[in-house]
């Protein structure tokens, strides 16, 4: 039997987490009388954090059950830097499985061995991102080398797991290396226009006529960019001082939460892409085209199940120098408008879209093709809902325990992304339009609103002071 074989069996995410969270039946567990550790029904509520670190390394006869990993090494970074949880759970590891003596039992290493490398397998693959620190690299390697100085298949595991963690970790790097050109490469359009007018005649009708293909391809870029969110990024987006540590705060120095800002960022790009689309056109009849076309966009995004560009592309529509031009909207079919908007509306928390995304999922969960497993939420939205999670509830209960109560629900959360940011994108990439949506310029808002009033005249004073002052500011500027 290979080592392959005899490792414990995980289910995928969609299947980890049940409603009530973490049921010790369905995997050998500790028992409840575990040290420091409280049951309720089964259910792990809370425990110190040495013995919720203790319940993550396997031995002989025990090995955690996935979704306990996945919870725990979620939420510890609330506690600890995930090094130093590595270095205790290394530390354990060689200490109760005595790996670090000389005459080491080659038939100990056999039924511990698969059980430590599918831990450090699933650590690497969930949460790569840690390991871009070096004191975590350092300690992996340390383990994985006493277990596979004893037998030569987990030698080569040993070594799958690190070329595989390393390829991750140069994907990212790569990708983090071209954001960084788009954003430099992207400047005010208003700019450009002043100086090169002629490099942006184009408008995205001309790169683009069809609407449902702008929205494949938008939905490309969702699925990019979500891909490269770490489940952990969510975390330590909302990292405070740990009460019980005299210390600084875990992350207070460094919040490492490079590719969820990128992905807001994305957002807010595309949001002021649409209303720089509408603005700029000086006949109102090509202003209402334009609008009728993001209109049918957004539709086909909806359709998709792609929510995130749709509420950025109806954001555009509704920004102040887009919807003040009401000669324009009067010439635009707005029934469809009205019925996404109505969808998006964000009254009673957001209860439309929530039952569409739920309608979403429940189509994802039963999906025969890339096609139909599409999910891509209105990520601010998601990102608000674990802050208030977060926020709601302590980390600590009164007598120093960890609430991992707080933490099965904040995982049951995270997860959920985790199966939507796996799906693969199953439309056909096309370069010119997804070169034109990331690094065309946009208008900054100053420039939108000097855009809108010279389409639509101001209406009343203090439109037309700013516009005015905007004139004056942009001419001289550029």
Known sequence: ???????????????MFDSSGYNKNLYQSKEDSCGGLYYHDNNLLSGSLEALIQHLVPNVDYYPDRTYIFTFLLSSRLFMHPYELMAKVCH?????????????DKNRIRKIAPKILQLLTEWTETFPYDFRDERMMRNLKELAQRIASGDELYRKNVQQLLQNLLRKLATVSQYEEVLAKINATSTDRLTVLK???QSIQRDIITVCNDPYALAQQLTHIELERLNYIGPEEFVQAFVQK????NDKSCYGDRKKTRNLEAYVEWFNRLSYLVATEICMPVKKKHRARVIEYFIDVARECFNIGNFNSLMAIISGMNMSPVSRLKKTWAKVKTAKFDILEHQMDPSSNFYNYRTALRGAAQRSLTAHSNREKIV????????????FLNEGCANRLPNGHVNFEKFWELAKQVSEFMTWKQVECPFERDRKILQYLLTIPVFSDDALYLASYESESPENHIEKDRWKTLRFVLTVTC
């Open 92 to 104: 354990l590891c060689i200490e109760q499985q005595r790996l670090s003596e000389p005459g080491l």
């Open 242 to 245: 740990d009460p019980l540590d």
């Open 195 to 197: 100086t090169k007018p």
């Open 376 to 387: 891509i939420p209105f990520f601010s939205l998601l990102i608000k809902d674990i802050y």
């Open 1 to 15: 039997m290979s080592p392959q074989e005899r490792m414990p069996q995980t289910p995928p995410f969609a299947a």
